[in-house]
């Protein structure tokens, strides 16, 4: 066994490998991440105490009293970076719902936690109002990647995001509030002087938060900062603001973090696009390391305490109580049922519930408040559970509702053209959905007489993120005659998409040199443009050159009897292969690097001169070729 008491580089080294290794488990599985993180930190901590004798990773004995300011330092880096994801653009359709969710759904929830927390699970009553404070509210740190995995309709992810960002710091302030009644009368003194005392530094909290983000955008805007350090200087002032907040009153830098942000991502400045992605990256492995570490401070005794009625309390919380009060508070906003009910089931909690109701647990218990010890692994079990469910349940629930957009992988073709056109066209053909986006009405004119789903507007516009919805396609192709509007295109799109997704037409036409492509004057790197569709040297002149001489996209379905083997020797040493549809309805763009699949029931796009007169049997069966 490995002894990490005082190993404290063994210990980081495994807390951070292994949540993040959950996290790509997860990405391969599509499994929800956040169950893989926690089953991680069990694996490392209880369950490896309970075979072995003692924990492979003890964060509480390694850390010692750092452990709760690392994780508070950390949360509020996570908070920040839901609040700079949130533009109040979004609220253009979501800001009713949002509002009685916020005012009417959170105090309903609340009560109902409250009063579930008392008859169900037997906890005494000031404790059943602090951790309800905590259970009422969705964490946004799991919340946004289901959002990314179900695909859900703009409307319900932005009341589930928003929901979960605002209410967020709403619930860790009340439960604070309650937790120094609770202190304060335990230590025989007077609650209220507490209460007013805390009220009066969320307002300093919020004063903080607006005034760093006001200040620091303005110090962007008037290029104050040079490009290197912004998003260090970001991440440096997030942890200041937090400080100083929680200096003021406990848990108030939270409010301030999340106006933090709010302010920074509404304050349009030009690099608020790196700012995201640095943050993103940063966020991504504290909210890791955050998860596996609550879960390996628990001790198997901590688990063991739970009974039936703590189980029962969870099963009510989450299917009475929370659809309950969705359903209340909602009434009249202008979701139908369908949507109500799917905001109503889907609520996990968060980090910040699991990580406030440790320290204000461990608090109290040193206070003398014995009973509180339950209340950490109560939360965590609650979290786990409606994190596991929601998880697994997100995507079949929606389109079990009919509220799912996964479907079919979608191709977003951005430039429509005659070639593109065509393109789609022979999409069609092969089951895969298309979209079309072009600036151009005249353009778009064909897409819409042949029934293609069409974008009017520009897709690098404020506007496509909530108008296009990019999370609704699996793949991107840039088809415009614009080689530098290509490359940009598919560099803004990489990061929402994957870099491996996104393509463009060559830059050049004719025989390219690769070793000397490098050195051409006139070649974009290749780290600003998307991968190369077909091959380099088959660029959009070209194509549409051919397009008007007769060349024509045609289908041609693999079988048993009609290997790939035989198909390339029939079209030839160099085909202008585009694309392949896969049995399972997934589909790969093609070029060099990138061999078309073998596999029979594959369907293989190819643009084709007008002699290749080779069967377009995309709607039907390949004839037996070897006969």
């Not at 916020?102 to 609340?110: C, E």
């Not at 399972?584 to 029931?601: D, K, M």
Request: glycine share 10%.
């Amino acid at each position: 066994m490995i002894d990490t008491g005082p190993d404290l580089t063994l210990t980081i080294a495994l807390i951070a490998g292994s949540g993040i290794a959950a996290q790509w488990l997860a990405w391969r599985l599509r499994w929800p991440s956040i169950v893989l993180m926690m089953g991680a930190g069990l694996i490392l901590g209880p369950i490896w105490a309970f075979a072995a004798g003692a924990p492979l990773v003890h964060p509480s004995a390694v850390f010692g009293e750092y452990l709760r300011p690392m994780i508070a330092l950390a949360v509020a880096v996570i908070l920040f970076e839901g609040g700079i994801t949130l533009n109040f653009r979004e609220l253009r359709d979501a800001s009713g719902p949002v509002r009685r969710m916020v005012f009417l759904g959170y105090p309903l929830g609340w009560a109902g936690a409250v009063l579930a927390l008392h008859y169900v699970a037997g906890l005494a009553w000031d404790l059943s109002a602090m951790i309800g404070a905590l259970l009422t509210t969705t964490g946004p740190t799991v919340v946004l990647p289901l959002l990314r995995q179900a695909k859900l309709p703009a409307r319900i992810a932005s009341v589930l995001k928003w929901e979960g960002i605002v209410n967020d710091p709403i619930g860790a302030l009340s439960a604070v509030f309650v937790f120094e009644a609770i202190r304060q009368t335990a230590m025989g003194q007077d609650w209220a002087e507490a209460g007013l005392a805390l009220a009066f530094g969320a307002v300093i909290g919020a004063a903080l938060g607006f005034g760093f983000g006001t200040g620091l955008s303005r110090a962007f805007r008037r290029g104050w900062v040079p490009e290197p350090m912004k998003a260090p200087l970001v991440l440096a002032s997030v942890l200041v603001c937090f400080a100083i907040a929680d200096a003021l009153a406990n848990e108030t830098g939270l409010v301030a973090v999340t106006l933090f942000g709010l302010v920074v991502a509404n304050s349009r400045l030009a690099s608020i696009e790196e700012m995201r992605r640095f943050k993103e990256g940063i966020a991504s492995i504290l909210v890791a390391s955050v998860f596996v570490v609550l879960a390996a401070d628990l001790a198997p005794a901590d688990l063991l305490a739970l009974n039936s009625w703590h189980l029962a309390f969870v099963a009510v919380f989450i299917l009475i109580v929370r659809p309950l009060s969705v359903a209340l508070a909602t009434f009249g906003s202008g979701l139908d049922l369908k949507e109500t009910a799917f905001i109503g089931i889907i609520g996990p909690r968060g980090v910040v519930a699991a990580a406030a109701a440790g320290h204000l647990a461990a608090t109290l218990i040193d206070v003398g408040r014995e009973d509180a010890a339950i209340l950490a692994p109560l939360v965590f079990v609650t979290i786990f559970i409606s994190v596991f469910g929601c998880g697994f349940a997100v995507s079949p629930l929606a389109r079990l509702l009919g509220l799912s957009q996964t479907g079919p992988e979608r191709l977003l073709i951005v430039g429509a053209n005659p070639w593109s056109l065509g393109l789609a066209d022979a999409l069609k053909k092969a089951n895969v959905p298309v979209t079309i986006a072009d600036t151009s009405w005249r353009r778009l004119r064909a897409a819409r007489l042949a029934g293609h789903d069409i974008h009017y507007g520009e897709v690098l516009s404020e506007a496509a993120d909530w108008r296009l919805e990019p999370a609704r396609f699996s793949a991107l192709l840039a088809a415009s005659p614009n080689d530098a509007y290509n490359a940009l295109v598919c560099i803004d799109y990489g990061p929402e998409l994957g870099r491996s997704r996104v393509f463009q037409l060559s830059g050049f036409d004719g025989p390219v040199d690769a070793e000397k492509v490098e050195d051409d004057p006139r070649a974009i790197a290749y780290t600003a443009r998307g991968r190369t569709l077909i091959r380099r040297g088959r660029g959009y002149d070209g194509l549409a050159r051919d397009w008007w001489q007769g060349w024509r996209f045609r289908n041609t379905k693999l079988s048993e009897n009609y290997p790939l083997a035989t198909y390339l020797e029939e079209v030839g040493e160099t085909p202008d292969l585009v694309i392949a549809r896969l049995p399972n309805g997934t589909f790969h763009l093609l070029g060099s690097g990138r061999e078309a699949p073998a596999q029979a029931g594959t369907v293989l796009i190819r643009f084709a001169p007008p002699e290749a007169g080779h069967p377009d049997v995309a709607t039907g069966e390949v004839p037996d070729q070897s006969s």
